[in-house]
Protein backbone atom coordinates (compact mmCIF):
# COMPACT_ATOMS: atom_id res chain seq x y z
CA UNK A 1 0.00 0.00 0.00
CA UNK A 2 1.64 3.35 -1.03
CA UNK A 3 0.72 6.11 1.71
CA UNK A 4 2.78 8.66 0.09
CA UNK A 5 1.51 11.86 -1.23
CA UNK A 6 0.80 12.11 -4.49
CA UNK A 7 2.98 14.05 -6.39
CA UNK A 8 2.56 17.44 -8.15
CA UNK A 9 1.29 17.22 -12.38
CA UNK A 10 3.63 20.20 -12.93
CA UNK A 11 5.59 22.84 -12.57
CA UNK A 12 2.61 24.93 -10.63
CA UNK A 13 2.78 27.94 -8.63
CA UNK A 14 1.12 26.87 -4.47
CA UNK A 15 0.37 30.06 -3.49
CA UNK A 16 1.50 33.65 -3.95
CA UNK A 17 2.01 35.86 -0.66
CA UNK A 18 2.59 39.32 -0.64
CA UNK A 19 5.93 39.84 0.27
CA UNK A 20 4.92 42.52 2.90
CA UNK A 21 3.01 39.13 4.61
CA UNK A 22 6.34 37.57 4.83
CA UNK A 23 8.28 40.64 6.33
CA UNK A 24 5.81 40.63 8.67
CA UNK A 25 5.90 37.28 9.80
CA UNK A 26 9.30 37.45 9.77
CA UNK A 27 9.00 40.27 12.65
CA UNK A 28 6.74 39.03 14.76
CA UNK A 29 8.60 35.29 14.69
CA UNK A 30 12.41 37.26 15.59
CA UNK A 31 10.30 39.60 18.18
CA UNK A 32 8.72 36.17 20.13
CA UNK A 33 11.94 34.64 20.18
CA UNK A 34 13.57 37.36 21.27
CA UNK A 35 11.02 38.51 23.91
CA UNK A 36 11.74 38.22 27.83
CA UNK A 37 9.33 34.82 28.03
CA UNK A 38 11.24 33.09 25.39
CA UNK A 39 14.54 33.84 26.94
CA UNK A 40 13.28 32.60 30.45
CA UNK A 41 11.95 29.59 28.99
CA UNK A 42 15.10 28.46 26.89
CA UNK A 43 16.90 29.45 30.38
CA UNK A 44 15.03 27.05 32.41
CA UNK A 45 14.85 23.99 30.13
CA UNK A 46 18.88 23.77 30.51
CA UNK A 47 18.81 24.36 33.91
CA UNK A 48 15.93 22.70 35.65
CA UNK A 49 15.77 19.48 33.16
CA UNK A 50 18.50 16.95 33.96
CA UNK A 51 18.78 15.03 30.98
CA UNK A 52 19.36 11.60 32.94
CA UNK A 53 15.56 12.19 34.08
CA UNK A 54 14.73 10.71 30.59
CA UNK A 55 17.35 8.07 30.30
CA UNK A 56 15.56 4.85 31.31
CA UNK A 57 17.76 2.83 33.90
CA UNK A 58 17.98 -0.49 31.83
CA UNK A 59 18.32 1.09 28.98
CA UNK A 60 14.67 0.29 27.47
CA UNK A 61 11.72 1.72 27.56
CA UNK A 62 10.21 -1.12 28.97
CA UNK A 63 12.84 -2.91 30.56
CA UNK A 64 10.64 -6.52 31.61
CA UNK A 65 9.17 -6.64 28.04
CA UNK A 66 13.13 -6.49 26.86
CA UNK A 67 13.74 -8.57 28.78
CA UNK A 68 11.41 -11.15 27.59
CA UNK A 69 11.91 -10.34 23.78
CA UNK A 70 15.58 -11.14 24.37
CA UNK A 71 14.96 -14.39 26.79
CA UNK A 72 12.14 -15.26 23.57
CA UNK A 73 14.87 -14.85 21.02
CA UNK A 74 17.49 -16.98 22.51
CA UNK A 75 14.88 -20.07 22.86
Do not use: C, H
Not at 27 to 37: C, D, E, N, Y
Request: hydrophobic share 45%; net charge negative; glycine share 8%.
Amino acid sequence: MDLSFPPFVGPTELTVLPADLAALMTGIAARQAGSTTAAIQGDLSYRTIDPRLFAPVDGAFNGPMAATIIRWKEQ
